[in-house]
């Protein structure tokens, strides 16, 4: 059961920047490497969107509302995924998730990190 946990969230103002963190740990099937992974978003009053994924093969893709502005990047030898945010917007604000995927298609996701774009 992989165990995810994100972090950096926090209230940033319109323009600004943050950089969320997702510590990967426990049993990997394959090891981190073979997991796809990814983050999320769920604003409030609305269903839990994807933001940008990074898979096994090091291909990249974002949610067109975030592309140009947000970087995901992982460091496999740390088990690590990151989401780099900047020219942050007010829609921005929701709860980020980390997500993974094994090789076998089973999903995992983190607790969420709370991100709150406010001048």
């Known amino acids: 059961q992989v165990q995810l946990v994100e972090s950096g969230g926090g209230l940033v103002q319109p323009g600004g920047s943050l950089r969320l963190s997702c510590a990967a740990s426990?049993?990997?099937?394959?090891?981190?490497?073979?997991?796809?992974m990814g983050w999320y978003r769920q604003a409030p009053g609305k269903r839990r969107e994807w933001v940008a994924s990074i898979n096994n093969d090091g291909s990249i893709d974002y949610t067109d509302f975030v592309k140009g502005r947000f970087t995901i990047s992982r460091d496999n030898s740390r088990s690590m995924v990151y989401l780099q945010m900047d020219n942050l917007r007010l829609e921005d604000t929701a709860v980020y998730y980390c997500w993974s995927q094994s090789v076998n298609g089973a999903d995992f996701w983190g607790q969420g990190t709370q991100v709150t774009v406010s001048s």
């Open positions: 426990r049993t990997f099937v394959g090891g981190f490497r073979s997991y796809n």
